[in-house]
């Protein structure tokens, strides 16, 4: 099993957010998994000018060239995804979000029809499993259920559902069994 | 009134977002007021595109000195863009203080359907109670994105809905709910618009706009690509 954790940390002084996705890879490595964990606030990703380029120009990767290609690389080549981030005014970071806004190339621009909605098509065959690790300092109850309804959105619209949400409060170990039993 | 507007699109002054602002803002600014004196105040606005991230902490003094706060964006990825994010992180000092402006936002999809800007609605009526801002709306209209390509008969009535939304902002300092619902009367397409896009998807011409700017750039052959399939990156080290 493949896995890429996008880690959303944008603070290097959080270390305990970092510790905890070490230790969660070192579990899985372990494991047999393979993992890639990315530090995204030490990767160049630019932000999407919502150019489409992706789409109509290049298809299927932005045409400016950062760091996002390698995050898509690894992303559609994974069986899962762990998004991580630190909650930041009720919602996930702004570096896990610019990096989830550069995701598109991996969707088709063409339309079809999800749930009686419009939903982009997919781009490849197989997608991965989701998952989001939070941590929740500073956020209530609320915030996490309006984060949970948005990335299970996100989820439908990559073509896969949110399989599980998990919590930094929790032991390591609770999110190594959430991942055993996907 | 003084309206200070936040532009969230990352395409800046080239966006569909600044085409229903300026809309917007024209018929907010016919309206004027009476001062204390009896003098005639007209509307103003103070306007900044946050696609100049640069330009943050400017951004944030604004919203500090703000009367009101309309922040418009494009629905991406079921959220608020990257940039807009760093916006409302850039906020974060301002939670608790007395003062803050009121706050009204303007979501518009490509998607057709409202129901796809609803939960990120939610985040926004939060971030103003998390703000201590008075919430005034969310404005939410699908079907935006192809407003630069449509002929002047087609985004007529859009574009003085999003007139007549402005200039009773202007009057009251709040959204009308009639001119709210009128822009987004279902959440989702009737069964039957659904069933007559999915016989006409064959033919190509839901894709129309899409498949135009493709051949326009040499790369209608290659609309279906993968290139990411099986590869495994390098990563850099971090």
């Not at chain 1, 063409?110 to 197989?126: L, T």
């Not at chain 1, 989701?130 to 990335?151: C, H, P, Y």
Request: charged share 25%.
């Amino acid at each position: 099993m493949k896995i890429t954790i996008l880690n959303g940390n944008p603070d290097g002084r959080n270390t305990d957010f970092d510790l905890f996705i070490e230790k969660l890879s070192i579990f899985l490595d372990k494991e047999q998994k393979k993992v890639r964990h990315l530090k995204l606030r030490g990767m160049d990703i630019k932000y999407c000018n919502g150019c489409w380029g992706c789409w109509v120009k290049t298809p299927g990767e932005c045409q400016f060239p950062d760091d996002s290609k390698t995050v898509c690389e690894e992303v559609i080549n994974s069986d899962l995804v762990l998004f991580a981030s630190p909650m930041i005014m009720g919602f996930t970071s702004a570096l896990l979000k610019k990096t989830m806004d550069k995701l598109i190339p991996l969707l088709h621009p063409y339309i079809e029809f999800v749930r009686k909605e419009c939903h982009h098509r997919k781009r490849y065959d197989k997608y991965p499993k989701i998952g989001l690790l939070l941590d929740k300092t500073g956020a209530d109850e609320e915030d996490v259920a309006i984060t949970v309804s948005i990335f299970e959105r996100f989820a439908l619209n990559f073509k896969n559902r949110l399989n599980f949400v998990e919590y930094t409060t929790h032991p390591v170990q609770e999110v190594m069994n959430e991942i055993n039993n996907l | 009134m003084k309206l200070t507007i936040f532009n969230g699109s990352p395409r800046g002054k080239g966006s569909n977002t600044k085409i229903l602002l300026d809309h917007f803002t024209r018929g907010f600014t016919e309206i004027a007021h009476t001062g204390e004196n009896g003098e005639t105040i007209p509307n103003k606005i103070d306007l900044a595109y946050l696609a100049k991230v640069r330009d943050m902490e400017e951004y944030v003094e604004m919203f500090r000195e703000a009367e009101r706060v309309l922040l418009a964006f494009p629905l991406y990825t079921d959220a608020m863009p990257g940039i807009v994010k760093h916006f409302i992180e850039s906020l974060e000092p301002l939670c608790g203080m007395k003062n803050n402006p009121e706050i009204g936002f303007i979501v518009q999809s490509g998607f057709p359907e409202p129901a796809h800007s609803r939960y990120v609605e939610k985040y926004l009526e939060k971030l103003a109670a998390r703000l201590h801002c008075k919430y005034l709306g969310t404005v939410v209209k699908g079907g935006v994105e192809g407003i630069q390509v449509q002929p002047p008969g087609m985004t007529k009535k859009l574009f003085d809905s999003f007139y007549r939304l402005g200039l009773e902002f202007g009057k009251t300092g709040a959204f009308d709910d009639g001119i709210l619902r009128s822009l987004a009367p279902r959440e989702r397409l009737s069964g039957f618009v659904r069933f007559v896009l999915t016989i006409l998807s064959p033919t190509g011409l839901p894709n129309f706009y899409w498949n135009r700017q493709l051949k326009k750039n040499n790369a209608f052959d290659k609309r279906f690509a993968r290139p990411y399939q099986g590869k495994v990156a390098e990563v850099p080290k971090v």
